[in-house]
């Protein structure tokens, strides 16, 4: 099926669950999904760019053949990469749908900057294919953060190694502020009563040993 590009309503598009995508096939600036029902085809392509409906699968398709690009013409078999891998990543709305596509139009983009460095004559050059080539790594790295970030609602991870508690003991996982220098006891404590002194009591007893016996000598 052969689908335009301009799209004068929005019909949704049910998911499928997981098949294969069917493949594209481009013909001048339009695309066309290749399977025996044009309307299957439709459906399982949306599945795997994590599109909501018709007109978000099409805005989608058409941002990808343009970063397709090469030689200045959108490239079949470049697009049908970019869909694999963004089926790969498996979006599931219509954020993680938009920061898929720029994964892997960024993606393809430091491949090629790759390409050119390696045939870069000259320290000028080089360094400036290096330097973009340094920009779009880094923006990657970041897009990875970002999507990993709201797929986890924001919460960054905590990891605890070498955790060892002793009988009668309490571990507290989380981020723990450690502020006051002050120890305030509360009446009727061991502290308040003497029987147990605090660390400020010890700091300063022994900075009175130490000035005693620095007198003494």
Same mark, same amino acid.
């Given at each position: 099926?052969?689908?335009?590009?301009?799209?004068?309503?929005?019909?949704?598009?049910?998911?499928?669950?997981?098949?294969?995508?069917?493949?594209?096939?481009?013909?001048?600036?339009?695309?066309?999904?290749?399977?025996?029902?044009?309307?299957?085809?439709?459906?399982?392509?949306?599945?795997?760019?994590?599109?909501?409906?018709?007109?978000?699968?099409?805005?989608?398709?058409?941002?990808?053949?343009?970063?397709?690009?090469?030689?200045?013409?959108?490239?079949?078999?470049?697009?049908?990469?970019?869909?694999? !891998?963004?089926?790969?990543?498996?979006? =599931?709305?219509?954020? *993680?749908?938009?920061? %898929?596509? @720029?994964?892997? +139009? #960024?993606?393809?983009?430091?491949?090629?900057?790759?390409?050119?460095?390696?045939?870069?004559?000259?320290?000028?050059?080089?360094?400036?294919?290096?330097?973009?080539?340094?920009?779009?790594?880094?923006?990657?790295?970041?897009? !990875?953060?970002?999507?990993?970030?709201? =797929?986890?609602?924001? *919460?960054?991870?905590? %990891?605890? @190694?070498?955790? +060892? #508690?002793?009988?009668?003991?309490?571990?507290?996982?989380?981020?723990?502020?450690?502020?006051?220098?002050?120890?305030?006891?509360?009446?009727?404590?061991?502290?308040?009563?003497?029987?147990?002194?605090?660390?400020?009591?010890?700091?300063?007893?022994?900075?009175?040993?130490?000035?005693?016996?620095?007198?003494?000598?």
């Amino acid at each position: 099926m052969t689908t335009a590009m301009t799209r004068n309503s929005t019909t949704p598009v049910p998911r499928y669950g997981s098949r294969p995508t069917p493949r594209v096939k481009l013909t001048g600036q339009r695309i066309a999904i290749q399977h025996p029902d044009a309307e299957t085809g439709e459906r399982l392509m949306a599945e795997a760019l994590g599109a909501v409906d018709s007109d978000a699968l099409h805005g989608i398709l058409k941002q990808l053949m343009k970063a397709s690009v090469i030689l200045q013409e959108p490239d079949e078999a470049n697009l049908a990469f970019m869909i694999s !891998m963004m089926k790969s990543i498996a979006p =599931r709305d219509s954020l *993680e749908a938009m920061l %898929t596509a @720029q994964m892997v +139009s #960024v993606h393809v983009a430091t491949m090629r900057f790759a390409c050119r460095l390696a045939f870069a004559e000259g320290i000028p050059q080089q360094e400036g294919i290096s330097r973009a080539l340094t920009r779009l790594a880094r923006t990657f790295a970041a897009q !990875m953060e970002a999507l990993n970030r709201h =797929r986890g609602n924001g *919460e960054r991870p905590i %990891t605890v @190694q070498n955790l +060892s #508690v002793q009988d009668g003991g309490s571990a507290i996982v989380g981020n723990v502020a450690q502020h006051a220098h002050l120890t305030v006891a509360e009446p009727g404590t061991a502290i308040d009563a003497g029987l147990v002194p605090s660390r400020e009591a010890g700091e300063s007893k022994h900075d009175r040993a130490e000035a005693t016996t620095g007198a003494t000598a």
